[in-house]
């Protein structure tokens, strides 16, 4: 391949257009987490496995998905009414391990959605705006805000990100991704409809992150939200409409060796 730190702002945008059509098809799903919500066809039982699934998306694919497939093993296949009939103690000590996550985090996870669930037909409820607020960052801050009402141990919180404090929340932006755009591919489930799809920010990890800044794209040395914000900024020059397309095209790059 070229060498990609030459192209004009044009010439980016036109490559990734074109691996935007190559990676996000259906053939994407059966080697992505995205694979495990795609089990189920009820609204909240997708959206569980979909939060609980981008919570613990660090680390190989491969390992993320094994992981996912215990847990819904754990949920006996019926995600929604897994929740709503959780009680502390329905978990044995050794439940449930991915990397840091553990069981008492899992507790945690579960009796938040529980609360939310028992308020709200839909965990979309968490991430509204109060008026004058507007932004995806916002809303992260927001949702955030009531999930951690539920009792919890401090260690937990640091799988719930804050951009307030400058993290990138890649897995918050890639569940939300896969709940609100609406995806004529049909890899992102667009489920939820008070969040428009221009708000959406890329999920960035080390894969987006790299490409981006070998295209120009972010400028800045740490994946953090306001190297976040440059990269958005670029993307939505590219599609005002529908920016987090590329999140596709970065990733893909990224993972295929395209790049290297």
Known sequence: MEDLSKLKFSEIADLLNVKVEQFNTVDFIK???VLLPHRFRKKQDIEIIGFIVALIAWGKRKMI????????????????DYVMNYETGMLSEKAFVHRTFNTDDLDFILRALKDCYTKNDSLEAWFALNPNESGVKQRIINFRKAFMETPHEKRSEKHIANPEKGSASKRLNMFLRWMVRKDEKGVDFGIWNSIEMNELYVPLDVHTGNVARTLGLITRKQDDWKALEELME???????????????????LGVSGEMK
């Open 31 to 33: 080697d992505d987490p």
């Open 65 to 80: 998905i094994d992981n996912g497939n215990k847990l819904i093993e754990i949920m006996d296949h019926a995600p929604f």
């Open 234 to 252: 670029n993307l939505r020059k590219m599609d005002e409409s529908d920016p987090c397309k590329y999140d596709f095209a970065l990733f893909g």
